[in-house]
């Protein structure tokens, strides 16, 4: 073997290294390189033409970058890979998000954050550039403002690429709205998963997709970490028309899904949506079939379905404008009408999965990411969770207590105690502040000292918390008999002036962007009904710039709470 200083080698019929006048053109091929290492499990050499050394003049270098897109594609023919280039993804944006509410009051669900510095969005974006699916559409109708910016910032293809220095990854990301188009059709905005899909099919049949095999339909709202290619590995192997991403599930969760059932080599036969009692029974199947152990299967007899599909792109356009031309969803149309002329196959995914669908669901998967270890967690050097690039500043915390928390780059912590706790970016939180079971999305700007200085003079509040607010009470008071007979709204302060003790305070709470909440605050679901001991679970105070949706109080975005307001 030899190589030259400007590392160019030249690899032989027989195998062996030579210098850079060691082969013609017609012997060598390009081969990776970098820093003196083969890069490839595999080269295969192809039988060379007799008197290959006739011009020792010609020759082929090796350089660090593929040239040729075929040799490429030979590569992972010869790894048994399936080209991430034959696959497509559509990211659903979701509808109106009434469940979200009213953290969808201004944005769509994909663009809701999540963990301190993402927005939901960035999860199935980066599964895809993890996955090297570099070709994605996403759908959106409702509030897309803020998550067409987002995807600008975040994955523009001109931003240099996605990875970690050493291998580059470029994607070629599409926003594509709901349109009205001529024709009576043409005038309904997206009816459905189906119908979004559809409304863009010509987009598959485009010349500029004539590699595309298959179509991976995803949505916007959940939070996981998966290699789609292993989806699509599965599905090519198995001949399937369709194939459906599904959860192993136990008795506890399994009535809030929509369940299949499979036969023995995994292919769909039936579905129930949420079904309870008898009907629920009916659902198990022997999920060892999709590879869990007998132990874990008798705990996990059901099979979910994740939302994930992948059809084959022929059998989508089929079924979207000749089998199926008025059905709206996936789920619980298109797909059950479908499984007894195709073949649709069950994937197992035995990981972390959640459905970002409710406030609650929302509230528990931020502050689970504060657990230890956590189910979740978006550090992972080898599949990194992307986002915009904001050069932010390391967050700066003075004389600041910190348990079990997340917090977020940009922030300002001074002399305040943070349990339990997910703090977005750009928070400011200030002395004497006591946060616990809180998710604080932070700021989308910085507000500079003089303005602080200025808005504190006209008596207003600035961006962040106030001095010695509360979120975090958990008092007792005895709640004494007449009182407690009364189905009245008590306030914690009729409680108090009149000598109760016994008396539960709830202090869940969702603070959203750019929120300004004054000095002297005491946010705790505090008060209550006789007949409900556990807090208001529901109620509109959007006058006074909050909501109470499954007993958390979430302060608006832009929202100001006063000084000394209890909640």
Not at 510 to 520: H, L, Q
Request: with cysteine.
């Amino acid at each position: 073997m030899a190589a030259s200083t400007d590392r160019w080698i030249s690899l032989s019929a027989a195998g062996k290294l030579h210098g850079r006048t060691g082969l013609s053109a017609r012997s060598c091929r390009q081969v990776k390189f970098c820093n003196g290492e083969m890069m490839g499990k595999k080269l295969k050499m192809t039988q060379l033409h007799q008197g290959m050394f006739s011009d020792r003049k010609k020759h082929v270098r090796m350089s660090l970058t593929t040239e040729v897109a075929a040799d490429t594609k030979l590569r992972d023919v010869e790894m048994g890979k399936t080209d991430p280039r034959t696959v497509v993804a559509v990211i659903l944006g979701g509808g109106a998000g009434t469940r979200l509410f009213p953290l969808t009051k201004r944005r769509a669900k994909p663009a809701v954050p999540i963990g301190g510095s993402y927005r939901l969005i960035d999860v199935p974006m980066s599964n895809c550039i993890n996955s090297g699916i570099n070709k994605v559409y996403i759908l959106t109708q409702f509030n897309s403002a803020s998550l067409n910016r987002h995807l600008a910032r975040a994955y523009a293809f001109g931003n240099g690429g996605f990875g970690d220095g050493y291998v580059e990854r470029s994607i070629n990301t599409q926003a594509l709205a709901a349109t009205q188009t001529p024709g009576e059709a043409g005038k309904r905005w997206f009816q459905g998963t189906a119908d979004a899909v559809r409304q863009f099919h010509w987009l598959f049949e485009d010349q500029r997709s004539k590699e595309i095999e298959d179509v991976l339909i995803l949505s916007g709202d959940h939070l996981y970490r998966m290699d789609y290619m292993d989806f699509v590995q599965d599905h090519r192997q198995s001949g399937a028309d369709i194939s459906i991403s599904c959860l192993p599930m136990d008795d506890s969760r399994a009535s809030d899904f929509g369940l299949m059932k499979i036969d023995n080599r995994g292919r769909v036969i039936s579905f129930s949506e949420k079904p309870k009692g008898e009907d629920l029974r009916a659902m198990e199947v022997d999920t060892t079939v999709l590879g869990l152990s007998r132990e874990e299967a008798e705990k996990k007899p059901y099979i979910a379905s994740m939302g994930v599909y992948l059809f084959k792109k022929e059998i989508l356009l089929n079924l979207l404008r000749w089998r199926f031309p008025t059905a709206n969803d996936f789920g619980s149309e298109i797909i059950p009408a479908s499984s007894k002329e195709y073949f649709i196959k069950a994937h197992l995914f035995n990981d972390y999965w959640e459905d970002i669908g409710t406030i609650r669901s929302f509230f528990e998967a931020n502050l689970a990411l504060t657990a230890h270890p956590p189910r979740f967690s978006f550090y992972d050097a080898a599949k990194p969770m992307y986002t915009s690039r904001r050069n932010l500043p390391p967050s700066k915390i003075d004389n600041s207590k910190i348990v079990d928390s997340i917090i977020s780059h940009g922030s300002f912590l001074n002399n305040c105690f943070i349990e339990h706790s997910v703090v977005g970016i750009r928070s400011r939180i200030n002395s004497n502040v006591h946060l616990k079971d809180t998710v604080m999305l932070g700021a989308d700007y910085y507000e500079t000292d003089s303005e602080v200085a200025s808005l504190y003079a006209e008596g207003r509040v600035p961006i962040g918390i106030g001095e010695n607010t509360r979120i975090k009470y958990r008092e007792s008071f005895r709640i004494p008999w007449p009182i407690s007979s009364f189905n009245q709204v008590l306030s914690l302060a009729f409680l108090i002036s009149h000598g109760c003790s016994c008396y539960a305070c709830y202090r869940d709470c969702i603070i959203d962007k750019n929120a300004r909440i004054g000095k002297n605050v005491v946010i705790s679901n505090s008060e209550l009904k006789a007949s409900l001991p556990k807090g208001i679970q529901e109620a509109d105070r959007s006058s006074e710039g909050f909501y109470i949706r499954s007993g958390i109080t979430i302060i608006l975005k832009n929202f100001t709470i006063k000084d000394g307001l209890v909640i």
